[in-house]
């Protein structure tokens, strides 16, 4: 009886400790999912656009066949590729796309990867699918990574094993690299990486980019400048004003701290960097001041944006060159990483991406263009008395004025001299309200 008894119990803590697997596994159901996926991987599949309407193919419009972009600006012999990748990026694959390439060059590309399945999963907390997504991505990435080292070991064979259509899919692209295609091959292995679709991303800056778009044309006209430098933002940040990065560069055109403080103004109450016009200007003078500086090259100048101006005069020593191309292919540093290489060319192809953006989607809500009027304070005034002189709202003036939300949030005053941006119509009643104040108030105030 005793023995029986045991007998039972043990039964019953085994099914007690599958049972708790198995809740484990179904709660988990990702991770099998994932690893269900090493035994079930599909060529790059071909991804549907049902937001897209043209008949211009990629390599069509980077040769801007409506003439809508300054020549200064037409890609070089030698980056379409690198261009035509980053174009799809914006262009094609959304955020739900995962692109798993070369790091050196883009634009070979083993697999595209989509997560939306794992996001639409029925979820606990929100957190949690986006966490398994990646988690799938990392797994997915490893899985090339370990395809491409046994590629390799294949193609070093006497006897070449039969490759897989995916396998000859990797050697076709690989195999026009310079060089050993078992070298490139093992090499591809150790420089793989994933880039996360844009297009979804782009599409909302595009919408955003009409509010302040005409005016930043403007802005670089009038500062000599090519007016097709006013889409950098698209890359920078997407035209989010309230963008910050993990280093700490804010706003449209992404100014680090040390480098805003040059031409703006930013302290605890005010960050100019977050006003889409200020912050223009500033890019302009910067535009204009590196253009100088690296010898009247656009591409350098740009590319100087992202890396410095001191990263570029380097390379341009040491390479003996100010041939953009050839000092992305073949200049060496580490500084010089995968953003810095790639920064130019993610610039011309958002450049052509919105240039072109009504031939590539159906239909974007593009916002409507802000209307202002510069007003420059004449004495030091806290918000609270500009809200009840002009009957100006928080709201309004934090839109426009995104530069101030701290001062605003703590009515901190503003100093005599600064610039606010205000609608065209609520400027004659607050300057006929300030009047009336001046008129009311002792000389000695």
Request: aromatic content about 10%; glycine content about 4%.
């Given at each position: 009886?005793?023995?029986?008894?045991?007998?039972?119990?043990?039964?019953?803590?085994?099914?007690?400790?599958?049972?708790?697997?198995?809740?484990?596994?179904?709660?988990?159901?990702?991770?099998?999912?994932?690893?269900?996926?090493?035994?079930?991987?599909?060529?790059?599949?071909?991804?549907?656009?049902?937001?897209?309407?043209?008949?211009?193919?990629?390599?069509?419009?980077?040769?801007?066949?409506?003439?809508?972009?300054?020549?200064?600006?037409?890609?070089?012999?030698?980056?379409?590729?690198?261009?035509?990748?980053?174009?799809?990026?914006?262009?094609?694959?959304?955020?739900?796309?995962?692109?798993?390439?070369?790091?050196?060059?883009?634009?070979?590309?083993?697999?595209?990867?989509?997560?939306?399945?794992?996001?639409?999963?029925?979820?606990?907390?929100?957190?949690?699918?986006?966490?398994?997504?990646?988690?799938?991505?990392?797994?997915?990435?490893?899985?090339?990574?370990?395809?491409?080292?046994?590629?390799?070991?294949?193609?070093?064979?006497?006897?070449?094993?039969?490759?897989?259509?995916?396998?000859?899919?990797?050697?076709?692209?690989?195999?026009?690299?310079?060089?050993?295609?078992?070298?490139?091959?093992?090499?591809?292995?150790?420089?793989?990486?994933?880039?996360?679709?844009?297009?979804?991303?782009?599409?909302?800056?595009?919408?955003?980019?009409?509010?302040?778009?005409?005016?930043?044309?403007?802005?670089?006209?009038?500062?000599?400048?090519?007016?097709?430098?006013?889409?950098?933002?698209?890359?920078?940040?997407?035209?989010?004003?309230?963008?910050?990065?993990?280093?700490?560069?804010?706003?449209?055109?992404?100014?680090?701290?040390?480098?805003?403080?040059?031409?703006?103004?930013?302290?605890?109450?005010?960050?100019?960097?977050?006003?889409?016009?200020?912050?223009?200007?500033?890019?302009?003078?910067?535009?204009?001041?590196?253009?100088?500086?690296?010898?009247?090259?656009?591409?350098?100048?740009?590319?100087?944006?992202?890396?410095g101006p001191g990263g570029i005069k380097k390379a341009v020593k040491k390479l003996k060159t100010k041939?953009?191309?050839?000092?992305?292919?073949?200049?060496?540093?580490?500084?010089?990483?995968?953003?810095?290489?790639?920064?130019?060319?993610?610039?011309?192809?958002?450049?052509?991406?919105?240039?072109?953006?009504?031939?590539?989607?159906?239909?974007?809500?593009?916002?409507?263009?802000?209307?202002?009027?510069?007003?420059?304070?004449?004495?030091?005034?806290?918000?609270?008395?500009?809200?009840?002189?002009?009957?100006?709202?928080?709201?309004?003036?934090?839109?426009?004025?995104?530069?101030?939300?701290?001062?605003?949030?703590?009515?901190?005053?503003?100093?005599?001299?600064?610039?606010?941006?205000?609608?065209?119509?609520?400027?004659?009643?607050?300057?006929?309200?300030?009047?009336?104040?001046?008129?009311?108030?002792?000389?000695?105030?």
């Amino acid at each position: 009886m005793n023995k029986n008894y045991k007998s039972n119990k043990s039964q019953y803590a085994i099914f007690l400790v599958l049972g708790l697997f198995l809740a484990v596994v179904i709660e988990n159901s990702s991770y099998v999912d994932s690893e269900t996926a090493l035994f079930e991987v599909t060529p790059i599949p071909t991804v549907q656009d049902s937001g897209t309407s043209t008949t211009l193919l990629k390599e069509d419009i980077l040769k801007d066949p409506k003439n809508l972009i300054d020549p200064d600006f037409a890609v070089p012999e030698g980056l379409e590729q690198r261009v035509g990748f980053w174009f799809e990026v914006y262009s094609k694959y959304d955020s739900t796309n995962k692109i798993i390439h070369h790091m050196d060059f883009p634009w070979i590309q083993y697999e595209i990867y989509n997560i939306s399945e794992i996001l639409n999963r029925p979820q606990r907390f929100p957190w949690i699918n986006p966490e398994k997504a990646d988690k799938e991505t990392r797994i997915r990435l490893s899985v090339v990574r370990s395809e491409l080292r046994t590629l390799a070991k294949k193609l070093k064979k006497k006897d070449l094993p039969e490759l897989t259509e995916r396998e000859k899919q990797w050697v076709d692209q690989l195999q026009t690299l310079p060089g050993s295609l078992v070298k490139n091959v093992r090499r591809a292995a150790d420089r793989v990486r994933v880039q996360t679709g844009q297009k979804d991303f782009f599409s909302k800056g595009l919408s955003i980019s009409n509010r302040y778009m005409p005016h930043m044309e403007r802005i670089f006209q009038e500062h000599g400048l090519p007016k097709e430098i006013a889409r950098l933002p698209l890359v920078e940040s997407s035209f989010n004003k309230l963008a910050t990065s993990k280093v700490g560069a804010a706003g449209l055109w992404q100014f680090m701290d040390g480098t805003g403080k040059k031409f703006l103004v930013i302290n605890d109450h005010i960050d100019e960097r977050r006003s889409p016009l200020k912050s223009t200007e500033a890019a302009a003078e910067l535009m204009k001041e590196n253009y100088m500086i690296m010898f009247k090259s656009w591409p350098l100048a740009i590319t100087a944006y992202n890396h410095g101006p001191g990263g570029i005069k380097k390379a341009v020593k040491k390479l003996k060159t100010k041939n953009i191309v050839k000092i992305i292919n073949d200049f060496q540093s580490r500084q010089f990483s995968f953003a810095s290489e790639n920064f130019y060319s993610e610039f011309l192809a958002a450049l052509y991406v919105e240039m072109y953006s009504n031939d590539l989607w159906a239909s974007i809500d593009r916002h409507a263009t802000i209307e202002f009027q510069p007003y420059k304070l004449t004495r030091r005034l806290k918000p609270s008395k500009i809200f009840k002189m002009g009957s100006i709202s928080k709201e309004e003036l934090v839109d426009l004025n995104p530069d101030i939300r701290k001062s605003i949030q703590v009515d901190a005053m503003l100093p005599k001299g600064f610039i606010l941006f205000i609608h065209p119509e609520k400027v004659s009643q607050l300057e006929n309200t300030r009047g009336q104040e001046i008129a009311n108030t002792p000389v000695a105030n």
